[in-house]
T-cell receptor
């Protein structure tokens, strides 16, 4: 099956610093990747959609200058949380949808990255 | 995307079948019914999807009502590893691929 990895799996950083999270599709090329955020005991909330080689599309209420998304290749997307604050502490999850050969209706999710800002 | 309604929680016993309902009374003709599940502290995983006919795969079965206003995800023999939050999501064919997650149904499986 299609595999999506995330790195790191967890990170602790100090308030005011920036953190980069990587999302990789390991065995397929992902034309589109999605970034979600999930607070404790809540559902996933879509933050943005990124397509390879173009600017990400952010959901309403998500600050694009704070959550920088780069989708430089068909197998890698990165989310950078800039000037992180404690309220940014959350579980960040990426997903990818693939090219022909994989069902266009399935999204493949990474294992998530738990960010704690102290 | 059309809205879905699911019970907040359900319980089952191990090795018994589980029927997880989903109501989607405003579904349109081009909306596919998707199910994902999220195990604790993990990313969601795809379970199954269908349009009109019932569907089976190695994980589960999807039973779709004739009027398509509801569907049921069936786990034929629940295991402890099936304890998760199950999400029923509608996706329009040819439309956005964005998944809009509701609150889902938290399934507890008792040993």
């Amino acid at each position: 099956g299609a595999v999506v990895s995330q790195h790191p799996s967890w990170v602790i950083c100090k308030s005011g610093t920036s953190v980069k999270i990587e999302c990789r599709s390991l065995d397929f090329q992902a034309t589109t990747m999605f970034w979600y955020r999930q607070f404790p005991k809540q559902s996933l909330m879509l933050m943005a959609t990124s397509n390879e080689g173009s600017k990400a599309t952010y959901e309403q209420g998500v600050e694009k200058d704070k959550f920088l998304i780069n989708h430089a290749s068909l197998t890698l997307s990165t989310l950078t949380v800039t000037s992180a604050h404690p309220e940014d502490s959350s579980f960040y999850i990426c997903s990818a949808s693939g090219l022909a050969g994989l069902s266009s209706y399935e999204q493949y999710f990474g294992p998530g990255t738990r960010l704690t800002v102290t | 995307d059309a809205k879905t309604t699911q019970p907040n929680s359900m319980e089952s016993n191990e090795e018994e079948p589980v029927h997880l309902p989903c109501n989607h009374s405003t579904i349109s003709g081009t909306d596919y019914i998707h199910w994902y599940r999220q195990l604790p502290s993990q990313g969601p995983e795809y379970v199954i999807h269908g349009l009109t006919s019932n569907v089976n795969n190695r994980m589960a079965s999807l039973a779709i009502a004739e009027d398509r206003k509801s569907s049921t995800l069936i786990l034929h023999r629940a295991t402890l590893r099936d304890a998760a939050v199950y999400y029923c999501i509608l996706l329009t064919q040819g439309g956005s691929e964005k998944l809009v997650f509701g609150k889902g149904t938290k399934l507890t499986v008792n040993p």
